[in-house]
């Protein structure tokens, strides 16, 4: 059993950076595939970013491509966020699957953190 635990979220003016953070425990990433989802207020859960598990390639979602970028390193996973916009607000969850692609389903994924809250006012 893998846990997740998201660090890094709070509030952020429109045009700052703010990096996330996700601590595996439980398993190492090595085999995994590791990724980002959000959920605003009253809307679906959406895909951010993901990485693959078997050549570390990335997969972003349109609205964030240019602006935000996905690492791993040993078992943390991070999510950089660069010019933040209002609609950037939501909870952050990170994700890991084993032998994961770098999917946008989040029903392809199995492992989720807890979520970490972003706020970016205008």
């Known amino acids: 059993q893998m846990q997740l635990v998201e660090s890094g979220g709070g509030l952020i003016q429109a045009g700052g950076s703010l990096g996330l953070s996700c601590e595996a425990s439980?398993?190492?990433?090595?085999?995994?595939?590791m990724g980002w989802f959000r959920r605003a207020p009253g809307k679906e859960r959406e895909f951010v970013a993901a990485v693959s598990w078997e050549d570390r390639s990335t997969n972003y979602a349109d609205p964030v491509k240019g602006r935000f970028t996905i690492s791993v390193k040993g078992d943390t996973v991070y999510l950089q966020m660069s010019d933040l916009k209002p609609e950037d607000t939501a909870v952050y969850y990170c994700?890991?699957?084993?032998?994961?692609?770098?999917?946008?389903?989040?029903?392809?994924?199995?492992?989720w953190g807890q979520g970490t809250q972003v706020t970016v006012s205008s």
């Open positions: 439980g398993r190492s990433f090595g085999s995994y595939g």
């Open positions: 994700t890991a699957q084993k032998w994961g692609s770098a999917n946008s389903d989040p029903d392809r994924w199995t492992y």
